[in-house]
């Protein structure tokens, strides 16, 4: 099974730069797209469909912003929207798909560098996300969850640690909940596999930074640790432009 997963910064945008002839390459099981910027229901249908998928989205409250969906077909199905928490679900963040044994959570977390509120809201939603993840698990249900963490965890996953130290995407706080979910049993699976490779998956756009590989490792697919013996691969598909990210992937037998 093959699953791919990209913040595309607008829906619109990306299938003008090219998205829907990405998609007819690669042959995915389920796309994962974040920060949609887009309503379904304000777009006409030949807009918003891809061929051979079925289409789950959830949408922000506030037009033009955030937003995520999945486009999935057999034996995927799409299931439900949001974490059931009012306050992180008018922002359109979540969406779950039925995998057939595990559960597909695409999820576009939130940035912390607007303000300290701001950052409160990522990290409680770091928190309320981990406890639901957990509770699933517990429940007996297998777990993937992919999308825009907005936090690199490692200094490894950044070109410019030291310069960072003190900016949100990188701060001691928000790296110390990607440790919790490490330490709750789940597997970033790119570093998983290639525990010493430099890859980025975003690029700031304000200083031509992709052309000089100034990036940043946002972008994960975590699977619970009971699917590690179904890893098969992972990986940043670093030539696929149309975005200020690109899109990462996981295959699972």
């Known amino acids: 099974m093959r699953l791919y997963s990209w913040n595309v910064n607008g829906w619109r945008a990306a299938c003008r730069k090219g998205l829907r002839e990405w998609v007819a390459t690669v042959q995915a099981d389920a796309l994962c797209f974040q920060e949609i910027k887009a309503d379904p229901d304000r777009l006409p249908a030949t807009e918003t469909a891809l061929d051979g998928y079925d289409a789950r989205w959830a949408v922000a409250e506030r037009p033009g912003y955030s937003g995520v969906a999945t486009f999935s077909r057999a034996p995927c199905r799409p299931l439900t929207t949001g974490l059931g928490i009012p306050r992180f679900d008018r922002e359109g963040r979540v969406v779950v798909t039925d995998c057939g044994d595990f559960d597909l959570y695409n999820v576009y977390f939130p940035n912390g560098k607007k303000d300290t509120e701001r950052l409160a809201f990522k990290l409680d939603f770091y928190a309320a996300f981990l406890e639901l993840i957990n509770a699933r698990v517990a429940a007996g249900r297998a777990v993937v969850f992919c999308g825009d963490v907005n936090t690199a965890h490692q200094a490894i996953d950044l070109a410019r640690p030291k310069e960072n130290a003190r900016i949100s995407g990188f701060l001691p706080e928000e790296r110390a909940c990607l440790d919790q979910w490490a330490a709750a049993g789940w597997v970033d699976s790119f570093r998983h ?50 975005s200020d990210h690109c899109p990462v992937w996981l295959e699972l037998d």
């Open 193 to 242: 596999l290639h525990p010493d490779a430099v890859e980025y998956s975003w690029w700031s756009q304000r200083t031509d930074a992709r052309a000089r590989n100034i990036g940043w490792r946002l972008d994960y697919f975590w699977i619970h640790e009971s699917l590690l013996p179904r890893l098969r691969g992972a990986g940043i598909a670093t030539d696929v432009t149309g």
